[in-house]
Nanobody, 125 residues
């Protein structure tokens, strides 16, 4: 199971750090991705990081504001979100994709085979 946590209600410009913990699985065997889904919208890619770290992948809408990271020793992934905007309001999900996922597919939800429960992030004044 994957479990995302750390969401909440914040004001525009605030920061939040989401965490993703894996239980019963070897966290370090998979690439880590974050996705979000706002009401009435499709699930969209936010950020991803390969199992060994290295290349980072970001949606243009969050580039420069969000940072994805992982601590394989702790079996935990993170999404640091700074300068939050109302349009960042969504349920955020973490997910795993196989190590073999090609670069272009890292942005696609269809590449991710294990999904966690989401955490709600609401940005509002």
């Amino acid at each position: 199971q994957l479990q995302a946590s750390g969401g909440g209600l914040v004001q525009p410009g605030d920061s939040l750090r989401l965490s993703c913990v894996a239980s019963g699985r070897t966290f370090s065997e998979y690439n880590l991705g974050w996705f979000r889904q706002a009401p009435g919208k499709e699930r969209e890619f936010v950020a991803a990081l390969r199992r060994r770290g290295g290349t980072l992948y970001y949606a243009d809408s969050v580039k420069g504001r969000f940072t994805i990271s992982r601590d394989n020793a702790k079996g935990t992934g993170y999404l640091q979100m700074n300068s939050l905007k109302p349009e960042d309001t969504a349920v955020y999900y973490c997910a795993f994709s196989p190590e073999s996922t090609i670069t272009s597919s890292m942005y696609s939800a269809r590449s991710y085979v294990i999904w966690g429960q989401g955490t709600q992030v609401t940005v509002s004044s």
